[in-house]
């Protein structure tokens, strides 16, 4: 028989627990998950399951069957382009360029020198794929025309299939007369 001493009993019933508390911290840890399935930040992959992919033929798949050679589920690849102007606010984003070969996909746009007081230049990057919408990043570089002053104000750009999109920037570098929380919504309508 195999007597186990109380103070070993303790040490081995604080070990369990701290391996089950351990495990479970493990799994509520875990990267967040982008709305198809990838995390943020996942590369493309035609033999990714869980991700959208792109297949042979530059279309741009996602749901079960993306992830064998099947690509019989593509749909148009993701794209931007055009000018997007602002229905509730002031806002204009005129698609200047795409990467539509790059992984991940990126666009520049400016405000079409539609402002007489700031310029803008955004950069994006998409970082998801939502049935009915893209997801992605964006730094806006606005510099004020009358000193120079130069802002970088980050955010998300929600295109939708319906040729609408809502610009939220949600932070800045505090440069010029914006603070570090500045906060803004934009919802858009593509010309």
Not at 93 to 114: K, Q
Request: contains cysteine; hydrophobic residues 30%.
């Amino acid at each position: 028989m195999i007597v186990i001493k109380p103070k070993h009993l303790v040490h081995f019933l604080v070990g369990s627990l701290f391996l089950a508390g351990l495990s479970i911290a493990t799994v509520l840890l875990q990267a967040p998950s982008a709305y198809a399935g990838c995390n943020i930040g996942d590369r493309l992959d035609p033999f990714n399951h869980k991700c959208p992919v792109v297949g042979p033929e530059r279309n741009y798949c996602e749901g079960s069957g993306c992830g064998s050679r099947d690509f019989g589920n593509a749909i148009q690849r993701p794209s931007i382009s055009g000018i997007y102007r602002g229905v509730n606010v002031w806002g204009v984003l005129r698609v200047t360029s795409f990467n539509s070969g790059g992984n991940p996909l990126t666009f520049s746009a400016d405000d079409n020198n539609e402002n007489q007081y700031f310029t803008h230049f955004t950069n994006g990057t998409l970082v998801s794929v939502k049935a009915e919408e893209l997801i992605w990043n964006i730094t806006t570089r606005r510099t004020n025309r009358s000193n120079g002053c130069t802002t970088m104000m980050s955010g998300t750009l929600t295109q939708r299939s319906n040729n609408t999109a809502r610009a939220v920037y949600t932070s800045t570098d505090s440069r010029c007369d914006l603070p570090t929380n500045f906060s803004s919504v934009t919802e858009l309508r593509k010309n």
